[in-house]
């Protein structure tokens, strides 16, 4: 069965970048709707970022001009460029996945089925 396993966290000042990887171990569709999630202590579970089957992106609002999905097929990898960080950026990050889906990919977490196991991203100020 697919696995997604998260990369790439960790702590960085205020303003600094990461990068985010997700790596599908098994097959998964180069069509499977992709996104990033968040959750940070006491918060409720926040879609991030997404991809869906012909390619389009969904941001939440928070993130937009900051952050950047993407996808490299070939690797089966799913990235996440985190620049500008705040510290209101800091969660544990979890990519998900789910089957085909196209038009604008939704950022609700009920839509996904295969999730990743987390990682932490911490932005000091």
């Known amino acids: 069965q697919v696995q997604l396993v998260e990369s790439g966290g960790g702590s960085v000042q205020a303003g600094g970048s990461l990068r985010l990887s997700c790596a599908a171990s098994?097959?998964?569709?180069?069509?499977?709707?992709v996104a990033w999630f968040r959750q940070a202590p006491g918060k409720e579970r926040e879609g991030v970022a997404a991809i869906g089957s012909d390619g389009s992106k969904s941001y939440t609002d928070s993130v937009k001009g900051r952050f950047t999905i993407s996808k490299d097929n070939a690797k089966n990898t799913l990235y996440l460029q985190m620049n500008s960080l705040k510290p209101e950026d800091t969660a544990v990050y979890y990519c998900?996945?789910?089957?085909?889906?196209?038009?604008?990919?939704?950022?609700?977490?009920?839509?996904?089925?295969?999730w990743g196991q987390g990682t932490q991203v911490t932005v000091s100020s």
């Open positions: 098994g097959y998964i569709s180069r069509s499977s709707c």
């Open positions: 998900a996945a789910r089957g085909i889906l196209f038009g604008s990919p939704p950022l609700g977490p009920q839509y996904y089925n295969l």
